[in-house]
């Protein structure tokens, strides 16, 4: 096999020791990830950014480094940011001649599709870029140098073992609070707050060393989970109190009206997160909600649809997909959504319908 096709295999060429030697002969860096930033995505850059930065203020390293974030950042994503410097990628300012740094570092993703925003600033300078990662697919060209762990749940936990390395210490419990706590961050997002089936001995301790550097878990969680406005709860209660079980009790469906929406003060994407709610009932294998609208030619219903398995009755998901492109929508086979020319009556009808 030519030696380009191996050198652009999703595989790891590299550790974190030679990528932490990396980036101190390097200079200054851009921290890039995927766009629209999760708890990873933000956890791993800033961690980064902040061990490099400290290394440099406190030892006189010639590295520095700066965050580039593109699309939407999650509503806490300032409170975690606080005061380290960051750039959007859609203000321009990565146009050649107004920022060319020696190195490009990405974590959390190896994928051109995730990272569209940058391609016009990465295409010349793959040959200064390194990837840390731990998808299983990812586009191997961008970068020679890459430390891919599919094994971990999260990219921060490469990224711990690279900041350990920089800074010298023995363990992350050593790290700096500042440090450490972004890292809890993408540790604990990514495995749903170690529900995950992705959890594991090596997530564990990784967490416990954090916590021993004094992150506070409690106050992360509060400031991530726990700051939705009274209006959505007050919504959920109209949601769950229009939910019917029907079918044999294996189908839920839930509605709302915009006049429901008024009545609790709440905005369009206040009712998030609501068809997951009935999954909970043990018969429950599909759950639906219904959000009736109204535009320019009258009224129409959203479905936001989603299955489960049940494994203790042996029986698969059912395809929701399937069921959503009868009615003109599609998504996934879990999860889907359709839009119906119809009010919620109307709209329940064709629903069970296409359920069959
Ligand atoms: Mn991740």
């Known amino acids: 096999m030519p030696t380009e096709i191996l050198m652009n295999e999703w595989t790891t060429t590299t550790d974190a020791r030679a990528i932490a030697d990396w980036i101190d002969r390097t200079g200054t860096l851009a921290l890039l ?7 990873d995505a933000l956890g791993s850059t800033l961690a980064l950014a902040r061990a490099i930065n400290l290394k440099k203020g406190t030892s006189g390293a010639v590295s520095s480094a700066e965050c580039w974030y593109a699309g939407p950042i999650p509503a806490w994503g300032s409170a975690l940011i606080g005061n380290t410097k960051f750039r959007h990628a859609e203000t321009g300012e990565m146009n050649p001649g107004v920022f060319d740094p020696a190195g490009v ?14 391609r016009a600033f990465l295409e010349p300078r793959l040959d200064r870029t390194t990837i840390v990662d731990h ?8 970068a020679s140098r890459r ?15 690279i900041c350990v390395a920089l800074l010298g210490l023995n363990d992350p419990s050593e790290l700096p609070l500042e440090i450490a706590t972004p890292l809890y961050v993408g540790l604990a997002t990514d495995t749903g707050w170690f529900k995950h089936s992705s959890v594991n001995r090596d997530v564990m301790h990784l967490a416990g060393d954090l916590l021993a550097a004094g992150v506070d878990h409690a106050e992360l969680f ?12 007050r919504l959920m209660g109209t949601a769950l109190n229009s939910l019917e079980i029907i079918h044999d009790k294996n189908l839920a469906v839930m509605s709302l009206s915009e006049q429901d929406f008024k009545d609790a003060g709440a905005a369009p994407g206040d009712s998030g997160g609501f068809v997951d709610l009935p999954q909970s009932v043990a018969s429950i294998r599909v759950v639906a909600l219904l959000t009736e609208q109204h535009d320019a030619d009258g009224v129409f219903t959203k479905i936001s649809i ?4 049940s494994p203790w009755e042996g029986k698969e998901p059912v395809d929701v997909n399937a069921v959503c492109n009868k009615l003109g929508g599609g998504g996934h086979a879990r999860a889907s959504g359709a839009r119906v020319r119809a009010d919620i009556v109307g709209t329940k009808k064709q629903l069970i319908e296409a359920l069959g």
């Open 306 to 309: 989603r299955s489960k398995p």
């Open 222 to 233: 509060a400031m991530l989970y726990q700051r939705d406005r009274a209006a959505r709860l």
């Open 33 to 39: 990830t995927h766009a629209k930033p999760d708890g």
């Open 147 to 161: 430390l891919i762990e599919t094994d971990a749940a999260a990219v921060v936990q490469p990224v711990a073992d």
């Open 135 to 142: 998808h299983l697919q990812g586009d191997g060209e961008i």
């Open 105 to 118: 570092l990405i974590t959390d993703t190896g994928s051109w599709t995730q990272l569209e925003p940058y």
